[in-house]
């Protein structure tokens, strides 16, 4: 069965730093990994796909990086800021079934302090 | 334009009533879903629907009942709520079952 962790659970740094997000899951049959934010009260917000076939994506000041066989991704914020104050969500959709299923892990909730 | 939405974005209610909550989407999409995500915030699969058929049913109690009228609405009914269905349900949509998935802004149900 397919389990998702997402560590730290809560993050909170300064301004402009670096960070980096993790996200494991124990089974590395999968088709590929959705990244996703959520603002408190909000829906989810898609803000990168990696395939599986792929090893990173990168949007803006975001990268995303996927190693299948270790079972991990990790995101990547650069020069963060305030404004970045969100759950990250992490989520692997598996092979087989066709379903389209996507299985979550529990989030990890950042603050950026001006 | 809103990609997924979805309405109410809050219903309270009472114990032992029916409900249902509408979910739309504009993105030609042939895959849709519903979510629950719990008072602990984890997120869960109920249902799964391509082109107007029920592909999964994650155990999810039969007073939960998805209608998809077309392709572009799913919507969900919950007869006899329970305090225990409290909750935020999510609709989504995909293009393809390995495609990216787009969320709607969510739906807080509240059942006192």
């Known amino acids: 069965k397919q389990e998702v962790t997402q560590i730290p659970a809560a993050l909170s740094v300064p301004e402009g730093e670096n960070l980096v997000l993790n996200c494991s899951f124990t089974?590395?049959?999968?088709?590929?990994l959705q990244w996703f934010r959520q603002d408190p009260g909000k829906g989810l917000t898609s803000l990168l796909l990696?395939?599986?076939?792929?090893r990173e994506q990168t949007s803006g000041r975001l990268n995303a990086s996927l190693d299948k066989s270790s079972g991990r991704s990790t995101l990547y914020i650069a020069a963060s800021q305030p404004g970045d104050s969100a759950t990250y969500l992490c989520?692997?959709?598996?092979?087989?079934?066709?379903?389209?299923?996507?299985?979550f892990g529990q989030g990890t909730t950042l603050q950026v302090k001006p | 334009d809103t990609a997924v939405s979805q309405t109410p974005k809050y219903l309270v209610t009472q114990m032992g009533n029916d409900k249902s909550i509408k979910c739309e989407q504009n993105?030609?999409?042939?895959?849709m879903y519903w979510y629950k995500q719990d008072s602990k915030k984890f997120l869960k699969i109920m249902f799964s629907?391509?082109?107007?058929?029920?592909?999964i049913n994650e155990t999810v109690p039969n007073r939960f009942s998805p209608k998809s009228p077309d392709k572009a609405h799913l919507n969900l009914h919950i007869n006899s709520l329970e305090l225990g269905d409290s909750a935020v349900y999510f609709c989504?949509?995909?293009?393809?079952?390995?495609?990216?998935?787009?969320f709607g802004q969510g739906t807080r149900l509240t059942v006192v």
């Open positions: 989504a949509s995909s293009r393809l079952f390995s495609t990216e998935a787009f």
């Open positions: 089974d590395s049959a999968i088709y590929n």
């Open positions: 990696i395939q599986s076939s792929q």
């Open positions: 989520a692997v959709r598996q092979v087989g079934g066709n379903t389209g299923k996507l299985i």
């Open positions: 993105l030609g999409h042939d895959t």
């Open positions: 629907y391509n082109n107007k058929e029920l592909i």
